[in-house]
């Protein structure tokens, strides 16, 4: 907010000055502060009573702090008989076109020995700029409200990053009209421009632009044909999820940010073994600088929700001017439960009580259903129409907040109930952590987090998917909370019902299974429900970055790496790791193989007598094409022919498979494996066509449209 003030020797203090409205009463102008010389003032002399404690407690209760009013009153005259009068602005709830402004709440009616004054009528005033032909809200006191034909300052939105009028009439500058329109073309070409980049996880570039799964994905699809898009991006090899999430934040592979796959060698080597693993997913051996630190440490306010590599919030993942959540590698006190009749411990006819996690729940039967801790859960089948029009997840229960031992808010889902038996979902009791703050008032707003689908035996495809309805509207609402409350202006967030979607059905669903694809279909309809709620939070102003970790293949065949190593006496010198093959080489705590080169030929011929292994690639040969080797990288790489995947089962060269699945991890060059990319926005010409890039030029792209240095170690190139 403040660039273009200080670019021009300002200091913006000041927002406006108006006599048009009174905020107390008549008798005196009212001047707007900006919320950081907000907190100077309260810190100062002359304030009274008015306590930081009061101020914060106003935060709380009234919604994101956005600016502080002072008046020009005698001291003593309004409602504080100290010094000089103060009233704060928030925005409390509702969406782009929700509930509207609080109001301004007077500080001394938080005062505990003082009554509290009723709240009035909100008004809503609207303005009309002739500037920006955009409506702004005005949060007006609860004094005397003008009607709306009165004249008043506009109090535009941080969107809108400096308004050229108020820093000409700080300055108090007589200038021509010429230099006052220089000034506003440059307050415009200086003024952020906010990076929305979100990651669905598995959506393939093959997927997104070939398959007919995906054609529920309009909103999508409109998207990028209005801006530029790649014929696919390069994932990382293994094209898994975390550590093709690391290059896509980092502008690096695992060679350089340790980050290798989702099940990862630990580091250092002399402290441990070759079959210690670590999570990927997580932050702790992240050893490249990912986007949202790089634009913290360049003065950009981010937002990261649910992305890997954010948790724990230490070490280089973490920047104090990054907001980053996270409700996977937090604590989970209870996974996803299906509970039957016989898993209640009825100690009446009637009431009931059960254990979830170290919870227990008490509930009674009902007419319509049950209840569980006052909270009604209505006996509704399984959902048939499609969700197109109809709220997500409409049958599940309110959610039910727990404050221990994770504050947190639980969903149930009752989707049978007869005389004799009952089909009870139950959702995790899952942390949801937060690197700044506390995510208590964003739970109660906007309801618990959902880490995944459940997909097990005890619920049908149909079922299942109404969980994922949960996820995504629990996504999206935070998701859009988020934005509203901190206003980023890099936002990063991810989805993982693509993923989870491809796995369960893609193999079904290219051998043409009926259930498989009406579940993919009905899955991307969900995905288009999730883009029509959170893409209408970009401006036109904003660029829109959709990308995605890897792609997906149909699986039949199994193989069993780890067992043909040990028939070739080679189980104690090497260990399958993700699509690569590790040695137990000397530098490894314990570690015997001395001659790497011999041991790595005798590995590869095990492995090609099968007919399996289609091409194997080596850190010295291919290690700047793909980004492999570094020191929690494997010496061995390889591909597989079509169909196949790897799963280590105890015995068996060749496990069965039940069932047709869907796999990732292959050689990253694959069509098949090839993720998406496109980007929408005002730099951007529409139906701009790129060629295949790679996830290591993501980052390097987000920092070109935010205009800021990418991340210290990157080594991708910005397609612009």
Same mark, same amino acid.
């Given at each position: 907010?403040y660039?273009?003030?200080?670019?021009?020797?300002?200091?913006?203090?000041?927002?406006a000055?108006?006599?048009?409205?009174?905020?107390?009463?008549?008798?005196?102008?009212?001047?707007?502060?900006?919320?950081?010389?907000?907190?100077?003032?309260?810190?100062?002399?002359?304030?009274?009573?008015?306590?930081?404690?009061e101020?914060?407690?106003?935060?709380?209760?009234?919604?994101?702090?956005?600016?502080?009013?002072?008046?020009?009153?005698?001291?003593?005259s309004?409602?504080?008989?100290?010094?000089?009068e103060?009233?704060?602005?928030?925005?409390?709830?509702?969406?782009?076109?929700?509930?509207?402004?609080?109001?301004?709440?007077?500080?001394?009616?938080?005062r505990?020995?003082?009554?509290?004054?009723?709240?009035?009528?909100?008004?809503?005033?609207?303005?009309?700029?002739?500037?920006?032909?955009?409506?702004?809200?005005?949060?007006?006191?609860?004094?005397?409200?003008? #009607?709306?034909?009165?004249?008043?300052?506009?109090?535009?939105?941080?969107?809108?990053?400096?308004?050229?009028?108020?820093?000409?009439?700080?300055?108090?500058?007589?200038?021509?009209?010429?230099?006052?329109?220089?000034?506003?073309?440059?307050?415009?070409t200086?003024?952020?421009?906010?990076?929305?980049?979100?990651?669905?996880?598995?959506?393939?570039?093959?997927?997104?632009?070939?398959?007919?799964?995906?054609?529920?994905?309009?909103?999508?699809?409109?998207?990028?044909?209005?801006?530029?898009?790649?014929?696919?991006?390069?994932?990382?090899?293994?094209?898994?999820?975390?550590?093709?999430?690391?290059?896509?934040?980092?502008?690096?592979?695992?060679?350089?940010?340790?980050?290798?796959?989702?099940?990862?060698?630990?580091?250092p080597?002399?402290?441990?073994?070759?079959?210690?693993?670590? #999570?990927?997913?997580?932050?702790e051996?992240?050893?490249?600088?990912?986007?949202?630190?790089?634009?913290?440490?360049?003065?950009v306010?981010?937002?990261?929700?649910?992305?890997?590599?954010?948790?724990?919030?230490?070490?280089?993942?973490?920047?104090?001017?990054?907001?980053?959540?996270?409700?996977?590698?937090?604590?989970?006190?209870?996974?996803?439960?299906?509970?039957?009749?016989?898993?209640?411990?009825?100690?009446?006819?009637?009431?009931?009580?059960?254990?979830?996690?170290?919870?227990?729940?008490?509930?009674?039967?009902?007419?319509?259903?049950?209840?569980?801790?006052?909270?009604?859960?209505?006996?509704?089948?399984?959902?048939?129409?499609?969700?197109?029009?109809r709220?997500?997840?409409?049958?599940f229960?309110?959610?039910?907040?727990?404050?221990?031992?994770?504050?947190?808010?639980?969903?149930?889902?009752?989707?049978?109930?007869?005389?004799?038996?009952?089909?009870?979902?139950?959702?995790?009791?899952?942390?949801?952590?937060?690197?700044?703050?506390?995510?208590?008032?964003?739970?109660?707003?906007?309801?618990?987090?959902?880490?995944?689908?459940?997909?097990? #035996?005890?619920?049908?495809?149909?079922?299942?998917?109404?969980?994922?309805?949960?996820?995504?509207?629990?996504?999206?609402?935070?998701?859009?909370?988020?934005?509203?409350?901190?206003?980023?202006r890099?936002?990063?967030?991810?989805?993982?019902?693509?993923?989870?979607?491809?796995?369960?059905?893609?193999?079904l669903?290219?051998?043409?299974?009926?259930?498989?694809?009406?579940?993919?279909?009905?899955?991307?309809?969900?995905?288009?429900?999730?883009?029509?709620?959170?893409?209408?939070?970009?401006?036109?102003?904003?660029?829109f970055?959709?990308?995605?970790d890897?792609g997906?293949?149909?699986?039949?065949?199994l193989?069993?790496?780890?067992?043909?190593?040990?028939?070739?006496?080679?189980?104690?010198?090497?260990?399958?790791?993700? #699509?690569?093959?590790?040695?137990?080489?000397?530098?490894?705590?314990?570690?015997?193989?001395?001659?790497?080169?011999?041991?790595r030929?005798?590995?590869?011929?095990?492995?090609?007598?099968?007919?399996?292994?289609?091409?194997?690639?080596?850190?010295?040969?291919?290690?700047?094409?793909?980004?492999?080797?570094g020191?929690?990288?494997?010496?061995?790489?390889?591909?597989?022919?079509?169909?196949?995947?790897?799963?280590?089962?105890?015995?068996?060269?060749?496990?069965?498979?039940?069932?047709?699945?869907?796999?990732?991890?292959?050689?990253?060059?694959?069509p098949?494996?090839?993720?998406?990319?496109?980007?929408?926005?005002?730099?951007?010409?529409?139906g701009?066509?790129?060629?295949?890039?790679?996830?290591?030029?993501?980052?390097?792209?987000?920092?070109?449209?935010?205009?800021?240095?990418?991340?210290?170690?990157?080594?991708?190139r910005?397609?612009?």
């Amino acid at each position: 907010s403040y660039k273009v003030a200080r670019f021009i020797g300002l200091r913006l203090d000041l927002f406006a000055e108006t006599a048009d409205v009174d905020v107390d009463g008549p008798g005196g102008d009212e001047m707007l502060f900006a919320p950081d010389f907000a907190e100077e003032i309260l810190a100062g002399p002359g304030v009274g009573r008015m306590r930081k404690e009061e101020f914060e407690e106003l935060v709380l209760r009234g919604g994101q702090f956005q600016f502080l009013i002072a008046t020009k009153h005698a001291a003593g005259s309004g409602i504080d008989a100290e010094g000089p009068e103060y009233q704060f602005g928030g925005f409390g709830r509702g969406g782009r076109r929700g509930k509207g402004p609080r109001g301004l709440q007077r500080l001394a009616d938080l005062r505990q020995n003082l009554p509290r004054r009723p709240r009035p009528r909100r008004p809503r005033l609207v303005h009309r700029s002739s500037l920006f032909m955009a409506r702004h809200r005005f949060a007006q006191s609860p004094g005397r409200l003008p #009607n709306h034909r009165q004249r008043f300052q506009p109090v535009y939105p941080r969107r809108i990053r400096v308004h050229i009028r108020s820093i000409m009439h700080l300055a108090k500058w007589k200038l021509p009209l010429p230099i006052r329109a220089l000034f506003f073309f440059i307050s415009l070409t200086l003024s952020a421009q906010n990076l929305y980049l979100f990651s669905l996880d598995g959506l393939g570039h093959q997927l997104f632009t070939k398959s007919a799964a995906t054609l529920p994905l309009k909103t999508l699809r409109n998207l990028a044909a209005r801006g530029a898009m790649a014929d696919g991006i390069q994932p990382a090899f293994p094209s898994a999820t975390g550590n093709s999430h690391a290059a896509l934040w980092t502008g690096v592979y695992g060679d350089v940010s340790h980050v290798t796959s989702n099940s990862q060698p630990l580091l250092p080597r002399a402290a441990h073994t070759f079959l210690e693993r670590g #999570n990927g997913y997580r932050s702790e051996q992240l050893a490249a600088e990912p986007l949202w630190v790089a634009a913290g440490r360049q003065g950009v306010k981010s937002v990261v929700y649910q992305a890997p590599q954010v948790f724990p919030f230490t070490g280089i993942a973490y920047h104090p001017n990054a907001v980053t959540i996270n409700g996977y590698q937090s604590r989970q006190v209870a996974p996803h439960a299906i509970l039957r009749r016989k898993d209640l411990i009825f100690d009446t006819p009637q009431t009931f009580h059960f254990k979830h996690g170290p919870l227990t729940f008490k509930g009674a039967l009902t007419r319509d259903g049950l209840t569980i801790e006052n909270i009604a859960v209505s006996a509704r089948s399984t959902e048939t129409e499609p969700p197109v029009k109809r709220p997500l997840a409409r049958h599940f229960s309110e959610g039910l907040f727990v404050n221990s031992p994770v504050p947190a808010v639980v969903y149930f889902r009752l989707f049978e109930k007869s005389e004799t038996d009952l089909l009870l979902y139950v959702s995790p009791i899952q942390e949801l952590a937060i690197s700044q703050g506390d995510a208590t008032a964003m739970l109660r707003e906007t309801g618990g987090v959902i880490g995944n689908t459940h997909f097990g #035996n005890a619920l049908t495809y149909s079922q299942s998917l109404e969980t994922m309805e949960l996820l995504t509207r629990q996504n999206a609402r935070h998701t859009r909370w988020l934005i509203q409350h901190h206003t980023p202006r890099l936002f990063i967030g991810y989805l993982p019902i693509c993923d989870e979607l491809g796995h369960r059905f893609l193999g079904l669903y290219e051998q043409n299974d009926p259930a498989a694809r009406a579940a993919m279909h009905w899955g991307f309809l969900i995905a288009e429900r999730w883009a029509r709620e959170v893409t209408p939070l970009v401006t036109k102003k904003d660029h829109f970055i959709l990308t995605a970790d890897h792609g997906m293949a149909p699986i039949t065949n199994l193989v069993n790496v780890n067992e043909l190593l040990r028939r070739a006496g080679l189980g104690r010198a090497a260990t399958h790791v993700y #699509n690569s093959v590790l040695l137990n080489t000397t530098d490894w705590k314990g570690g015997t193989v001395q001659n790497r080169d011999a041991v790595r030929a005798l590995v590869q011929k095990a492995l090609t007598e099968t007919g399996v292994f289609t091409a194997f690639y080596t850190p010295e040969q291919h290690g700047d094409r793909y980004g492999i080797g570094g020191p929690a990288g494997s010496d061995l790489y390889f591909d597989l022919k079509p169909g196949y995947a790897v799963r280590d089962a105890v015995g068996e060269i060749f496990p069965p498979l039940d069932k047709p699945v869907g796999q990732h991890g292959f050689r990253p060059d694959r069509p098949d494996m090839l993720a998406t990319l496109f980007v929408v926005g005002p730099e951007i010409r529409k139906g701009t066509k790129w060629p295949r890039l790679k996830s290591i030029d993501v980052a390097p792209l987000a920092a070109k449209l935010l205009k800021i240095d990418p991340p210290k170690s990157a080594r991708g190139r910005s397609p612009l």
